[in-house]
């Protein structure tokens, strides 16, 4: 008989027999890892779901879900919060079945505002969808050159300036330079940046599967850095950010494909550009270098609206916020800011 279970985050042996199976699913993703329940429940403070489907001591699915509690922004059940990846990774259409039925009885003892599986298939084409995000994934071929020939001609030639300008790439062993140009870099776009211990606990978390690449000028100082997951085959440039001086030295190009070039050197198969938001400049610039976009499905089990949420920067009603926060000094700013971003997952 197949039963679904809880995963305990004490449990370390079942949290590895966890993650043995979404290392094994072509469907599971980094975010399904077992680790991000203690960053959800340790950094941010939000309860954890983690369900599985075992039958006869096999993991036959798992599904990941944070509960978000606010009350700015409403309750949610979601797989998962602060990911853009996430939902159902089941071998058997039983286990699926029974793993999301599970999560939709959670979500209505909890009492949430809605459920929301982050998916790249649609699975509930009777659910509301969210359609203002895609992604981006592209091969990485086997030649360092090949490489830079595959990317658009104008996008190369600003790689090739940026090489010009003698910038250098560099490994950081922690999250100083990283979230110090993250932090600006968010405050000058007018939102709220995520806690320092965050990017600390990636770091702790995920090991060798977390890195930090920051972009050096020729005088030293640090003008571009990102924070990348590594899984499987894949390379997932996650966090950025940028000086002001990074676009007159074309930093953040070099950061991308220096990025793509150690990667290359890692055999690793798959750049996965990450998700941007439709007609943002983000998305303009992953076109730029030769990247589809390929659609997500954010579904939605609408509990007590008729609509789904959208807490995000596009939203007209959060304009004068945005405007208000990039005049706050930053030192405040860094200060309330997880107390904020907590809330929207």
Known sequence: MLTIKRLDRNDKATAARWDAFVQARPEATFFHLAAWQRILEDVFHHPSVYLYAERDGEIEGVLPLGHVRSLLFGKSLSSLPFAVYGGVAARTPEAATQLETAAQDMARKLGVDHLEFRCMRPHHPEWPTQDLYVTFRKEILPDEEANMQAIPRKQRAMVRKSIKNGLRSEIDADVERFFALYADNVHRHGTPALPKRYFEALLQAFGQNCEVLTVVAPDGN???????????????????????SARELAGNDFKYWELMRRACTRGIRVFDYGRSKQGTGSYSFKKNWGFEPTPLYYEYCLYKHDTIPQNNPNNAKYRLFIEAWRRMPIGLANWLGPHIVRNLG
């Open 222 to 244: 640090p003008i571009s850095s990102v924070l990348s997951f590594y899984f499987r085959d894949e390379v997932l440039p996650y966090y950025a950010g940028d000086a002001l």
